[in-house]
Nanobody, 117 residues
């Protein structure tokens, strides 16, 4: 059974920073591509950032230059460093694991990020 547990969400003023963490258990973490997604009320869940098993990264245009995804395979953990936060970044952020190069296979429960102006 694969479990993904996010932490690090919270409330912050515009311009501030947060770091999200996602700890995985139950699978071969180092072999998985990992991603962060977000969903705001009334909107679809969208990809924020992704990091492959080999360390290649990809970002949504709206977060490029502000967010950084990284992974620590020795800790089975993926991170999302979020800087220069904007109210538009407010959403529930989900961690996801992809074991076969397709759509995510596993999801975390989500963590709320609220950015006030």
């Amino acid at each position: 059974q694969v479990h993904l547990v996010e932490s690090g969400g919270g409330s912050v003023q515009a311009g501030g920073s947060l770091r999200l963490s996602c700890a995985e258990s139950g699978s071969s973490f180092s072999l998985n591509d990992m991603g962060w997604y977000r969903q705001a009320p009334g909107k679809q869940r969208t990809l924020v950032a992704r990091i492959t098993s080999s360390g290649n990264t990809d970002y949504a245009d709206s977060v490029k230059g502000r967010f950084t995804i990284s992974r620590a395979n020795t800790k089975n953990t993926v991170y999302l460093q979020m800087n220069s936060l904007e109210p538009e970044d407010s959403a529930v952020y989900y961690c996801a694991a992809d074991s076969d190069g397709g759509d995510p296979d596993y999801w975390g429960q989500g963590t709320q990020v609220t950015v006030s102006s």
